[in-house]
């Protein structure tokens, strides 16, 4: 069974967005996003950091 995909939320957005501004990789970023917003359980991996941060900063761009 396929598991649905849980959204960012808007807290995650943020926290990830400034580490990625402090120069932290994808992984160490969901690292954080995990033990922070989902108790250490393994929701967020590098390849969904990867593409939130990327399609907001497509957004940014647009704007």
Same mark, same amino acid.
């Given at each position: 069974? #396929?598991?649905?995909?849980? #959204? =960012?939320?808007? +807290? +995650?957005?943020?926290?990830?967005? +400034?580490?990625?501004?402090?120069?932290?990789? @994808?992984? +160490?970023?969901?690292?954080?996003? /995990?033990?922070? =917003?989902? /108790?250490?359980?393994? @929701?967020? /991996?590098?390849?969904? @950091?990867? /593409?939130?941060?990327?399609?907001?900063?497509?957004?940014? *761009? @647009? *704007?």
């Amino acid at each position: 069974m #396929r598991k649905l995909p849980i #959204r =960012f939320s808007d +807290e +995650e957005k943020k926290l990830s967005d +400034e580490l990625h501004a402090k120069g932290a990789g @994808v992984t +160490e970023i969901a690292k954080e996003l /995990n033990t922070r =917003f989902h /108790n250490g359980i393994p @929701v967020r /991996n590098a390849a969904s @950091v990867h /593409n939130s941060i990327k399609s907001r900063k497509k957004d940014w *761009q @647009v *704007q």
